[in-house]
């Protein structure tokens, strides 16, 4: 870590899992900046920034903004992910709704691109990306999600083979489901069913929460010899991966 702090971008800042990586990167001492779609302020970061991943030019406006600010990023975490469908199958699949998924793997390729450069200028860095345990293990009607789920997953590792000559690290925490303390999640109909098969499955007493998340989080960003790992943060879920 630099005398003031690194920078840290955290995409995806709004969300629970968000909010807890915010606070905890700050606690750590990192300078973060907070990127959503909103541009909500979020509890720690030194600055909200509101983008669409989707959009070029408007990440490239808002990193401008960031880098004139702060500098160059050093630890990047991307929580954002489009608003997945859960409740339909493969099979059915609109080929629409799956590139809407498959577009959060290109915004992480975005994100990665423009914020590697500088990394590599540093001589350090950390990239985390929040994947999801359906990736390896797979539910009713979430194919869609856990694809790109999976990819983005895949991408990363390949970026921590890449850049590890440079000082950088690439790695994935995948949650299972998290429950927020601050807005318990009570699911009905089939959602609730699959959330009682999950709890069956756990070898610990309760679903993690975002703060367990960012723990993990944590620990892959102060790590300089951790890179291409995957951190499954499911309660003890067993996960053939």
Not at 108 to 123: E, K, N, Q
Not at 169 to 197: F, H, K, M
Request: charge should be negative.
């Amino acid at each position: 870590m630099t005398a003031a702090g690194p920078v840290a971008l955290v995409a995806g800042a709004t969300g629970p899992i968000g909010r807890s990586v915010v606070r905890a990167l700050a606690a750590e001492g990192a300078r973060v900046v907070a990127l959503s779609r909103s541009g909500e302020q979020v509890p720690g970061c030194v600055q909200a920034l509101d983008c669409d991943l989707g959009d070029p030019s408007a990440l490239d406006a808002a990193m401008s903004t960031l880098e004139a600010s702060w500098g160059p990023v050093e630890i990047l975490v991307n929580a954002a992910h489009p608003s997945a469908d859960f409740g339909t199958p493969v099979a059915e699949l609109d080929p629409g709704v799956l590139a809407g998924q498959l577009a959060g793997v290109t915004a992480h390729a975005a994100l990665c691109a423009r914020v590697v450069p500088g990394m590599r200028r540093l001589g350090r860095g950390r990239v985390v990306y929040v994947a999801g345990a359906s990736m390896a293990r797979p539910l009713p009607g979430a194919g869609g999600y856990a694809a790109a789920k999976a990819a983005g997953a895949v991408l990363t590792r390949h970026l921590a083979l890449e850049e590890g000559g440079a000082g950088i690290t690439a790695n994935v925490v995948a949650p299972g489901r998290v429950l927020d303390p601050v807005a318990p999640d009570e699911p009905s109909g089939p959602a609730a069913a699959l959330g009682q098969e999950l709890g069956r499955r756990l070898a610990l007493p309760t679903f993690p929460s975002p703060d367990d998340v960012a723990a993990a989080v944590c620990l892959l960003v102060a790590s300089p010899a951790l890179t291409g790992q995957t951190i499954w943060v499911t309660g003890g879920e067993p996960i053939a991966a």
